[in-house]
């Protein structure tokens, strides 16, 4: 099969052939149709994670495509489905962090002395085919396509995770701080689950696009945001903690900030606000991947229209211009790879 192969690290992706793996116990294997280019499998390529262990190294978490083999006792998936994978595959079940049963999320997988990570320490979705543990896919709606399903089962999973996470009221507000993968889909979510909404960006050629997306305010930082009444929910979405501590500034009292992104060189800070914050009765909260339930909420949401991925195709052929132009910044919003 082919695949799109990182040599080592800083090194151009390559299209290579490779053997096409095969379906063990519990597995499916998977003849991929879209995979999603997440902001960490750039971070990984790049050194900035821990570069995949993987060999060769292919890497990918956000992968759609038909189930073309089930491996041996393998029942809940069947030849013919059509289904998404998730970054964390299985976990080792068997250390403090899994002696308590938890459930397939990212908490456990990045907890887990020893989880199964797809395109981390086993293969990714950027290859023509994928080995991955069926417990850790879920169906997709009929009529999704695969190329709108990919970026759902990452960027969406997260946005949505951090909105469940932040467990807003009716009568709440939600802001979205950071327009970009992850910050469009929430946007939506937001929306279309009844909340006023704000968006928060500094990327004034971002304003008009926030509204069309659901947004009813949007607003450069946090202090415009207290102007503007303040949100009583801050969905982090973008990748700056420092732009994180800012928006603290319009937090409502009782109010949530949800981290549901990583900054790989920044720190979020309560510092001077502190005595603020606690007499505000104000919390922070940690969001990634919270349960495959999520995911499937997720997924309906957008085949019901309700949620559209702002998305820019690239065939296999081209990776590395993908990869390129989404380490430039310039994809709105989401680069999916077909193969």
Known sequence: MKAAVIPEVNAPWEIREVATPRPGPGQVLLKVHACGLCHNDLWTAQGVFPFPSCDPAITGHEAAGEVVEVGPGTTSRQVGD?????????????CSSCRGNPPLTGSSGM????????????QGGHAEYLCVAAASTV?????????????????GYTAWSALRASEPQPHERIAVLGIGG????????????????????????????AAKLGADLVVRDGEELREAGGADVVLVTGTSYEAATDALRGLRVGGRVVLATIDPVGSFRIGPNAPTFWARGQRVLGASHDGLGYLTEALDLVARGDVTPMTEVFPMERITDAVDKAARGEVRFRAVVTY
């Open 82 to 94: 059509r289904v998404g994978t998730t970054w964390v595959q299985a976990t080792c079940g068997r």
């Open 111 to 122: 907890t887990c002395a020893a989880p199964v990570m797809t395109g981390l320490n086993v």
């Open 139 to 155: 169906l997709l709606p009929d009529g999704l396509d695969y190329v709108t399903a990919a970026p759902v089962l990452c960027a």
């Open 182 to 209: 992850l910050g469009h889909m929430a946007l939506q979510y937001a929306r279309a689950s009844g909340f006023e909404t704000v968006a928060l960006t500094r990327s004034p050629d971002k304003h008009a696009l």
